[in-house]
Structures are given as C-alpha cells and as structure tokens.
C-alpha cells in the first residue's frame, strides 16, 4: 500500500482513499490490484502479464495503451548506478508513465503546477500513472529491488526531458514500507527503465 507524503508540510497519508484525493486534480491515478499467491519471484515475465492480463487489459482499454511489458532490477544489475542517474532528476515524458509494482518499491516525486511537491512510495500492488508533461523524477527505495508492469504506446514517449532544475537534490527518497532501511544507508537512485 502506497504512502504519500508532503514534505513542506509535514504530512502522510496512508489512506488509500485520501491518497487518491490528493492525486487525482492531478491526473494521477492510484489503484491497489490484489497480488497475494498470483504469482511467485521467480514468475517469467510471461506469466506476470499472464496473471494481470485481466487489469492490464482494463488499463489498456483506459489509457489508450498499447502493449505492456515487465522489468526486473535488483541491486546487482550491472551499470545499475549510472542508468538510475538519469532518472532521479526532474523530468517529463512525452507519454503517461504507467507503473504496476509487483514487486519492491520506490519513490515517484511529483512537482505539481499548483501545491507543493509531494512523493509516493509504491509498494507491490500499486498502481500508478504519472501523466503526459508532468514534471516528476523517480528513486528506488535503499533496498534497490522492483519489479514492475509497463504500459506504453510507444517506447520514444519515455525519453525523459529535463527541466533542468536540481530541485530533486532537496527531497531524499524517503521509504517506510516494509523493507524501510534505517538513515544512513546509501541514497536510492533512480531506475531509468521503470521511470522513464
Ligand atoms: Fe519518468
């Protein structure tokens, strides 16, 4: 269950309704699809979109989606570090970023046009759509571990486009969920497949 918090001024939420409040004058759609017993860590990507097909296809249908795919990142992806820093700076895309946790976590950081920024950790089960133009930047939780479903209509639309403010140095990517690691553990970066 995702956690949205509001740094500037001090506030979480942690209800799923009051967290959908807050996102959608946004555009931002947050969703909790059942994931208990559906499908194991060691599930090819094959069977993941197998067993979501019944919501993806929804979202498809929704979103104007094309097709979906999976990633998979643990910490020892090689080249790892290098691919998450060119995600953990504001951006836009061209396309909806559309993300399904299956498993792990991370930390979309949205910077409103009105309000102040605001992040949400996502855990497995959470859906998100970060729109069109919206300018945001993604972590991974210390633990550097998600796996996720991807819908897009085209792959281009995920090149990120900068905005070139280091706003994003100012909020660290906070997690609580359950593999909450402790301050002082490394700041999580950005995983450029998930959020790009
Ligand atoms: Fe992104």
């Given amino acids: ?3 949205l918090r509001i740094p500037d001024e001090g506030r979480v939420l942690s209800d799923p309704e009051a967290i959908r409040s ?4 946004h555009g931002i759609w947050y969703e909790q699809w059942p994931v208990a017993g559906r499908v194991d860590r060691q599930a090819t990507a094959e069977q993941i979109l197998t067993a979501y097909a019944p919501e993806v296809d929804q979202l ?9 795919d999976v990633i998979d990142v643990t910490a020892d992806v090689p080249g790892l570090q290098a ?3 060119k995600f953990n700076k504001e951006h836009t895309h061209a396309e909806d970023e559309v ?11 949205i ?11 996502v855990m497995a089960g959470d859906l ?9 930047w993604f972590d991974l939780c210390a633990d550097r571990d998600i796996r996720a479903i991807r819908l ?20 660290q990517p906070l997690c609580f969920g359950p593999n909450y690691l402790p301050a002082g553990t490394p700041r999580a970066a950005t995983l450029p497949e998930l959020s790009a």
Avoid: C
Avoid at 152 to 169: C, H, L, M, N, Q
């Fill in 99 to 109: 993300r399904f946790i299956v498993r792990g976590s991370g930390v979309f950081h």
């Fill in 22 to 25: 807050h996102l959608s004058p």
């Fill in 152 to 171: 897009f209509r085209e792959k281009a639309g995920w090149t990120p486009v900068y905005s070139g403010s280091d706003v994003a140095v100012g909020y």
């Fill in 83 to 85: 691919m998450l820093d």
């Fill in 111 to 121: 910077h409103p046009n009105q309000g102040p920024i605001f992040a949400i950790e």
């Fill in 1 to 3: 269950m995702a956690l």
């Fill in 128 to 136: 998100i759509n970060v729109p069109a133009g919206t300018l945001h």
């Fill in 60 to 68: 498809k249908a929704r979103g104007g989606y094309i097709t979906a």
